[in-house]
């Protein structure tokens, strides 16, 4: 069982930048897949980015392809969302969900996935 807490979530201009971090604790880190889900109001969460359990593999939505970086820290059993160039479209609630056993690539569909975090509000304004 893993437990995952969000944190970095703010009110950033538009072209401006934020860093998510996902800090996971009861489990073995190294074994899970970690992805960014957001969601924002009156729209279905949607898969942002991912992350396999060796961290040799990134995945990434079309919409934010170029803009966010995905990575993971072994040492401080966290993973990392850097967001650039945000833009007014990219305000929601981001989620970090974990998942053990994806044999390969990602997978891109919230309910397929076993934890989650409680979220943490990104808001970018003009």
């Known amino acids: 069982q893993v437990q995952l807490v969000e944190s970095g979530g703010s009110v950033v201009q538009a072209g401006g930048s934020l860093r998510l971090s996902c800090a996971a604790s009861?489990?073995?880190?190294?074994?899970?897949?970690m992805v960014w889900f957001r969601q924002a109001p009156g729209a279905e969460r949607e898969f942002v980015a991912g992350i396999r359990r060796s961290g040799g593999s990134t995945y990434y939505a079309d919409s934010v392809k170029g803009r966010f970086t995905i990575s993971r820290d072994y040492a401080r059993n966290t993973v990392y969302l850097q967001m650039n160039s945000l833009k007014l479209e990219d305000t929601a609630v981001y989620y970090c969900a974990a998942k053990v056993g994806i044999s390969s690539g990602i997978l891109y569909y919230a309910h397929e996935y076993d934890y989650w975090g409680q979220g943490t509000q990104v808001t970018v304004s003009s």
């Open positions: 009861g489990g073995t880190f190294s074994r899970y897949a």
